[in-house]
């Protein structure tokens, strides 16, 4: 999109706001250098280089979240040679606001400029400024494509941006440190305490499918290490023995049409707990293939890759439905097992790891039919498994609604967090007495 100088400056000042007295609107080209020239990264002299690019930022913070050479990415093209202090900020997807301080003579990616402030800016106000919220949107509007938004050299240097004296720069710099390492400790301790419920409801669930809480008193041993004992009436047997397990129809671009269309399952709708059923694709599916992969109500649908092993339960609705290869259908061979009791296994075996450990690896990438069927786990009776199911959506529930609370704090936490950065770079704090808090919009 092309924005002239005139559309430009009118946009800052909505975007920006009115400025206090010594601050001016300056073009953003006028202050910087984006440096150019690339350098061979398979060369000697950078290969061992701190190799930044915008996966290793994390958006809206300025915080480096990973650290690799360019040698370890096996970086083959040419990249942007950044000085320490330098700013790096990345051109594509703008509206994720990526950008952070160099830390070392380092290397970035072609898809992120090095930018080195003149006299009329600091690096660091400058960095604290490219990731606000207005800035942010003024370079998207500028940037806007149907495929990949992506700034350019000459849209960035034609931004209007709020600059104060050097002095007040360095005060507003010493401000937000400060200030949004308060709000990050926060934010970090929100992410902890999420982290420790989501434990929970794993050794939740192991507790109750392993021995259904203190009801039983006569434990016998089994042969599985993380199993240990179980109640005497508990049985124990591999998944392929009480359940029919199919692969689903492999994927054809050639039968997308046909006279048997009917909607399939992918991968990606079958989350934790829930199947999505709008908008999904139709493949065409002969009588035959329609018996062997058609769903039936209480059928458990297992992820075969990318989440291995992440598992939903099929309620059934109307409509004929059916799933292709990256599903697994589990379904009972008799009505002695209930499709929750085995959901919640396929959540502790997954989120415990009891399938990559046996790879010995902290994640798999597939879980075959075969590793499926023979994957050992504890049998109760039916009842005892309607009451266990009871118990644990019970439990869970509360667990989640905890969670949902942690998030929602996390997300006031991160919107006054950037609320603070747009108060700060416009002018909108007093930070004379450090009490600006209650200046900043809402």
């Not at 002299?45 to 996966?55: A, C, G, R």
């Not at 330098?86 to 160099?102: F, H, Q, W």
């Given at each position: 999109m092309n924005i002239s100088n005139t559309k430009s400056n009118?946009?800052?000042?909505?975007?920006?706001?009115?400025?206090?007295?010594?601050?001016?609107?300056?073009?953003?080209?006028?202050?910087?250098?984006?440096?150019?020239?690339?350098?061979?990264?398979?060369?000697?002299?950078?290969?061992?280089?701190?190799?930044?690019?915008?996966?290793?930022?994390?958006?809206?913070?300025?915080?480096?979240i990973d650290r690799q050479t360019a040698e370890e990415q096996g970086a083959?093209?040419?990249?942007?040679?950044?000085?320490?202090?330098?700013?790096?900020?990345?051109?594509?997807?703008?509206?994720?606001?990526?950008?952070?301080?160099?830390?070392?003579?380092?290397?970035?990616?072609?898809?992120?400029?090095?930018?080195?402030?003149?006299?009329?800016?600091?690096?660091?106000?400058?960095?604290?400024?490219?990731?606000?919220?207005?800035?942010?949107e003024l370079v998207s509007l500028q940037s806007q494509r149907v495929a990949m938004p992506k700034t350019n050299r000459e849209s960035l240097s034609r931004i209007r941006i709020p600059t104060p004296p050097l002095e007040q720069q360095d005060t507003i710099t010493s401000y937000l440190n400060k200030k949004t390492s308060e709000i990050d400790n926060a934010?970090?301790?929100t992410s902890n305490l999420e982290d420790r419920l989501k434990n929970r409801r794993v050794t939740k669930i192991y507790e109750q499918i392993t021995h259904s809480g203190k009801e039983h008193t006569g434990k016998k041993q089994t042969d599985i290490p993380w199993l240990g004992k179980v109640p005497e009436e508990w049985g124990v047997?591999?998944?392929?023995?009480?359940?029919?397990?199919?692969?689903?129809?492999?994927?054809?671009?050639?039968?997308?049409?046909?006279?048997?269309l009917y909607p399939y399952l992918r991968n990606k709708d079958v989350q934790w707990w829930d199947v999505n059923t709008d908008n999904l694709p139709k493949m065409d599916f002969s009588p035959r293939e329609q018996s062997k992969f058609q769903l039936k109500k209480g059928d458990v649908l297992v992820c075969e890759g990318g989440e291995a092993g992440r598992s939903?339960?099929?309620?059934?609705?109307?409509?004929?439905?059916?799933?292709?290869?990256?599903?697994?259908?589990?379904?009972?061979?008799?009505?002695?097992?209930?499709?929750?009791?085995?959901?919640?296994?396929?959540?502790?075996?997954?989120?415990?790891?009891?399938?990559?450990?046996?790879?010995?690896?902290?994640?798999?990438?597939?879980?075959?039919?075969?590793?499926?069927?023979?994957?050992?786990?504890?049998?109760?009776?039916?009842?005892?498994?309607?009451?266990?199911?009871?118990?644990?959506?019970?439990?869970?529930?509360?667990?989640?609604?905890?969670?949902?609370s942690i998030k929602k704090l996390r997300n006031v936490l991160e919107?006054?967090?950037?609320?603070?950065?747009?108060?700060?770079?416009?002018?909108?704090?007093d930070m004379s007495e450090d009490q600006g808090m209650s200046k900043i919009p809402t």
């Open positions: 009118s946009l800052s000042r909505e975007m920006f706001g009115e400025l206090p007295e010594q601050w001016e609107y300056r073009k953003l080209g006028h202050g910087i250098e984006i440096k150019g020239g690339q350098v061979d990264p398979t060369k000697e002299s950078y290969s061992s280089m701190l190799l930044v690019s915008p996966k290793h930022i994390e958006s809206g913070t300025g915080k480096m083959q093209s040419g990249k942007y040679l950044c000085e320490p202090g330098d700013i790096i900020y990345s051109k594509i997807r703008p509206e994720l606001a990526k950008a952070t301080i160099a830390p070392e003579r380092c290397l970035c990616s072609a898809d992120m400029y090095p930018i080195k402030s003149r006299s009329a800016y600091r690096n660091q106000f400058l960095a604290w400024l490219l990731i606000s919220k207005p800035f942010t934010i970090e301790k047997a591999k998944v392929g023995w009480i359940f029919d397990i199919q692969l689903g129809k492999k994927l054809n671009e050639s039968e997308i049409t046909g006279e048997n939903a339960i099929w309620k059934g609705d109307n409509k004929e439905t059916y799933y292709q290869m990256a599903l697994h259908r589990v379904r009972p061979i008799n009505g002695d097992q209930i499709p929750e009791f085995f959901c919640y296994f396929m959540e502790f075996a997954v989120k415990s790891g009891l399938f990559s450990s046996r790879a010995n690896q902290s994640t798999i990438e597939h879980i075959t039919t075969e590793k499926l069927s023979n994957q050992k786990m504890p049998i109760p009776p039916r009842r005892q498994q309607e009451r266990i199911a009871k118990r644990l959506s019970e439990s869970v529930d509360n667990i989640e609604k905890s969670i949902s919107e006054k967090r950037q609320a603070i950065i747009t108060a700060a770079i416009t002018g909108q704090i």
